[in-house]
């Protein structure tokens, strides 16, 4: 085959672990119609170059971790967060008190929950804390800290602020990693403890994360296993880790990858690009004033 031809593979490999975080090479093989040892070195020639990390049976997206800046998480992998954040929503009704955390896709949460009347959203997250500042009537908290530019989030110990103030309902939080031994799990301290003292606060834990992120890497747990009441993530996690977390006791849901780049989905006023669903710079803003006309 010419190398081009490699090339042209190569480029829609990469682009089927940007929309899905996971290939596998028996999947990958069939769609191109070559050999699955052909599949392998194409994988391995893109995880030496960094472009994505081999796993067993294909390949997951190379994290981008927690230090890089919340516009870049917020892309990553949109059509799957918007999914998982719609998926847990059903779990927010009017008049609930919740955690939503700094992550992108407690963002993404935080964008389906908007139209929920009189909640009280407690946050370290500065962009979810305008988010419903400007879009919707919840009353929003957030505990005093030390601001976090590449994160856009307040850090600190949370214990004094919240402690006596009753209990919230339910905490919706993003990780780095994810292991059964030691729970949800962060790379900064710093968050590791915020989130620390929010889980406490809580009545009902939940991760939320992409199915990359059961290979990712972290340091500081926050939120032990025992204390986790349910975990939202992608169809394409393995069956291994969906059974050992259900036969801890914690509920696994499951969403399904949405369709490829270019697809469209269902809007008040039609259809329009799945790519849109991604949120924009100043987008609360926008939307804002266009109601107000």
Known sequence: MPRNRNY????????????????????????????????????????????????RGGAIAVGHGEENTFAERVREQAAVKQAIGRRAAELVSDGDVIVVDASSTAYYLALQILDRRDLIVV?????????????S??????????????????VGSFNNSLEGRGRIGKGFFGVAAISQELGLLGLSVEE???KKSMVRACEEVYGLFISSKVQGFGLHPFASPKEINGLFTDELVEPEFVNGWTAAGVRVDLVPVPPVAGSTRKTPTGSEPLDNAVPKPGDGVRKEKERSR
């Open 123 to 135: 946050t370290d997250g500065i962009r979810t804390a305008t988010l419903f500042m400007e879009r």
């Open 137 to 154: 009537n919840a009353t929003v908290v957030m505990p005093g800290g030390v601001l976090r530019r590449a994160s856009g989030s307040m």
């Open 192 to 194: 590791a403890e915020t």
């Open 8 to 55: 042209e593979r190569e480029d829609a490999i990469l682009h089927e672990v940007h929309v899905h975080g996971r290939v596998s090479v028996d999947t990958l093989a069939q769609r191109f119609d070559v050999s699955e040892v052909t599949i392998r070195k194409d994988l391995d020639a893109l995880s030496r170059r960094s472009l994505v990390r081999r796993v």
